[in-house]
């Protein structure tokens, strides 16, 4: 049959011409990556030989083989694992299928420089064959399956498929090294590299070499091995195989818990954030093993999806070795375990955040966002242990606090935990709204990630007696708590009043013109330096999660607000003569309208009517030039 030439989805090209003109300094991982798949395909076929043992008759001996063939100055890396049907050369070798990196290619900028350090981020995979070959094929064929396939490529936009022979199953992948590459047929150097990175497979790598094999591997799961005798160069690159990362492991747990179920966990945090983080179909990457078979890498519930994040692998030695991965679900034994991995996971986290603060603000720069998610949403036995993880920026610290760091700041008289949430810092860190508490000296918590209206406005049994409050709702609790500057002073709320004016009947004006637009005009108490702002009712929705459900057409429009002025500043004070001299000034209403825009503009809003907005502001400016 003749061979068929096929494009290679976009997304691989552009990925290609990456890897090829790269100045990878570190080139020799393209054979961390083929044997990689390699040990993969062995884990998957194992698997499946389970249920099915012809899949694997006559040969259940699983091994890689790394061959040099000097005079065509080729090299091999075959195994004798699942193998691949053209259908699935296609998918594997002609696409990018694994979620989120399509996309993630596609936003790359086509500028080397700068997408190769983007490109460190996650391991490239197969094609980084291509970073020492010029020419690669596929000779494959699927256990069960009759027909054998060539792939070929020099990875330049196209790749052939054709039919091929080849006696047994699995696949065998041959590299014609480019001229700088022969330094990958010296035995030494592949001896040394496969020590280095991949030391770790439990598969046994065979260097074949004149007829004669060695082995170059200890092939035992490195889970299994005693904790002092693994290093932690060995437990990185068992964490990069796992992960198709190219980090570090921020944090490694490694255990084995004998109770009432038996398992081994070896998992790990990364340093970076990978970026599909947030991709809807993001599952978490935790391998599921029984008896050191490799089972599935999508096993549900194995971890809560709050720490998707974590890599690594479960090896349970109870469970059948044949239990079907629909069974896997509704295992109880699964649900036991799960829990057990996420309170040591979470213990592990909180040491690190009590020991390490600096190393822990990096992870959760990183993760925090998502660990939030679980403080919302069902229930969950772990929320305690999670309230006590999370940290906040404030708007009296630098550092990232904690509650009990809050709880411990906390002023005489202060009853909750007060907090603001918005777009960003930068939005909320200058929000009106924060005025009257820093008078006071009363810390704010900053919150900026979407999932934290969710989460804290469902908290409604408050952190340790203490309930949470929003800055921007409700009648602003602050007469108890004493102003910072007048520690001392005795008359709380005489010493105020000299510096405040009655604004009763400008309270009453500006409701006239501003009628359904606001909910309320009430004289406010958290404003100090700013003549408005608008907050939320009490038993309102927080603003800002309205804002955000509005973006999600979750609910139609903004409810109205509450219109808070601040009797003590000058313009409110001016406008309170006017008032007063009984005069229906135009002045006035204007002045009403323009306080009120200025308070939706405060709060990131949109202004209603831009135009008359405009035309307004002239007007007052035009007046205090002729001033
Ligand atoms: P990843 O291993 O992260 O999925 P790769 O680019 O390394 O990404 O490989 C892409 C896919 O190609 C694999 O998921 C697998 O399905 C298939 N594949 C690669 N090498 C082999 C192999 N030796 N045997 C069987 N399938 C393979
Ligand atoms: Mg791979």
């Known amino acids: 049959m003749a061979s068929t030439k096929r494009s290679f989805q976009a997304e691989v090209s552009k990925l290609l011409n990456i890897v090829a003109h790269s100045l990878y300094s570190e080139r020799e991982v393209f054979l961390r990556e083929l044997i990689s798949n390699a040990a993969d395909a062995c884990d998957k076929l194992r698997y499946l030989a389970l249920t099915d043992d012809t899949l694997v008759s006559g040969d259940t001996n699983f091994n890689i083989k790394i061959s040099v063939d000097q005079k065509n100055k080729t090299l091999t890396i075959s195994d004798n694992g699942i193998g691949m049907n053209e259908n699935e050369l296609d998918e594997n070798l002609g696409t990018i299928a694994r979620s989120g990196t399509g996309a993630f290619v596609e936003s790359l900028s086509g500028d080397e420089s700068k997408d190769v350090g983007l490109i460190g981020q996650f391991g490239v995979g197969f094609y980084s064959a291509f970073m020492v070959a010029e020419k690669v094929d596929v000779i494959t064929r699927k256990a069960g399956e009759?027909?054998?396939?060539?792939?070929?490529?020099?990875?330049?936009?196209?790749?052939?498929?054709?039919?091929?022979?080849?006696?047994?199953?699995?696949?065998?992948?041959?590299?014609?090294?480019?001229?700088?590459?022969?330094?990958?047929?010296?035995?030494?150097?592949?001896?040394?590299?496969?020590?280095?990175?991949?030391?770790?497979?439990?598969?046994?790598?065979?260097?074949?070499?004149?007829?004669?094999?060695?082995?170059?591997?200890?092939?035992?799961?490195?889970?299994?091995?005693?904790?002092?005798?693994?290093?932690?160069?060995?437990?990185?690159?068992?964490?990069?195989?796992?992960?198709?990362?190219?980090?570090?492991?921020?944090?490694?747990?490694?255990?084995?818990?004998?109770g009432r179920f038996d398992y081994s966990a070896l998992l790990f945090v990364p340093s970076k954030r990978p970026f599909d983080l947030f991709h809807p179909d993001r599952k978490h990457r935790v391998k599921l093993y029984v008896k050191k078979v490799f089972i599935t890498d999508d096993c549900e519930g194995l971890v809560p999806e709050y720490l998707r994040f974590v890599k690594g692998i479960i090896d349970c030695e109870d469970l059948p070795l044949n239990v079907s991965r629909e069974l896997l679900q509704k295992n109880q034994m699964l649900t036991s375990i799960s829990t057990a991995v996420t309170k040591r996971v979470l213990n592990e986290l909180k040491k690190k955040a009590e020991k390490k603060p600096e190393e822990y603000a990096e992870f959760w720069e990183n993760f925090g966002a998502v660990l939030k998610e679980g403080l919302y949403g069902i229930p969950n036995e772990h929320k305690n242990s999670l309230l006590e993880l999370v940290r906040f920026k404030s708007s009296t610290r630098d550092d990232l606090v904690s509650l009990k760091d809050y709880l411990a700041g906390m002023k005489d008289g202060q009853e909750n935990i007060y907090y603001i949430t918005g777009e960003s810092q930068e939005a909320i860190k200058n929000s009106p709204h924060l005025e009257g508490f820093a008078?006071?000296?009363?810390?704010?918590?900053?919150?900026?990630?979407?999932?934290?209206?969710?989460?804290?406005?469902?908290?409604?049994?408050?952190?340790?007696?203490?309930?949470?409050?929003?800055?921007?709702?409700?009648?602003?609790?602050?007469?108890?708590?004493?102003?910072?500057?007048?520690?001392?002073?005795?008359?709380?709320?005489?010493?105020?009043?000299?510096?405040?004016?009655?604004?009763?009947?400008?309270?009453?004006?500006?409701?006239?013109?501003?009628?359904?637009?606001?909910?309320?005009?009430?004289?406010?108490?958290?404003?100090?330096?700013?003549a408005c702002c608008l907050v939320a009712d009490e038993g309102d929705m927080d603003m800002n999660l309205e804002r955000i459900l509005r973006q999600h057409q979750q609910v139609a429009d903004a409810a109205p607000r509450v219109l808070e002025i601040n009797p003590t500043h000058p313009l409110i004070k001016g406008l309170v003569k006017k008032v007063k001299d009984g005069e229906t000034d135009p002045v006035l209403e204007d002045a009403a309208l323009l306080l009120f825009d200025q308070a939706k503009i405060m709060d990131g809003e949109p202004v209603k009517d831009v135009k008359a907005f405009a035309q307004r502001m002239s007007k007052v400016m035009e007046l205090s030039l002729q001033a």
């Open 146 to 258: 009759q027909d054998a396939w060539t792939w070929s490529s020099d990875g330049l936009g196209e790749y052939t498929v054709e039919k091929a022979s080849k006696e047994d199953r699995g696949s065998s992948i041959t590299l014609y090294l480019k001229k700088d590459a022969k330094e990958f047929l010296e035995d030494l150097r592949l001896r040394t590299i496969v020590k280095a990175y991949s030391d770790h497979i439990s598969i046994p790598i065979v260097l074949v070499k004149d007829k004669e094999e060695e082995s170059l591997n200890e092939a035992s799961a490195i889970w299994t091995r005693q904790k002092k005798d693994i290093t932690q160069d060995q437990y990185t690159e068992f964490y990069r195989h796992v992960s198709s990362g190219y980090d570090e492991p921020w944090m490694t747990s490694h255990w084995r818990a004998e």
């Open 439 to 530: 008078a006071k000296g009363i810390e704010v918590l900053l919150l900026s990630d979407p999932i934290d209206d969710f989460w804290i406005s469902s908290m409604f049994e408050g952190y340790e007696d203490k309930k949470f409050s929003s800055v921007t709702k409700g009648s602003a609790e602050l007469e108890n708590v004493e102003d910072a500057k007048d520690k001392g002073a005795k008359d709380k709320k005489g010493q105020k009043k000299s510096k405040k004016t009655d604004v009763s009947l400008l309270i009453a004006s500006i409701k006239l013109t501003l009628g359904e637009s606001v909910k309320d005009v009430k004289e406010s108490i958290r404003l100090t330096d700013s």
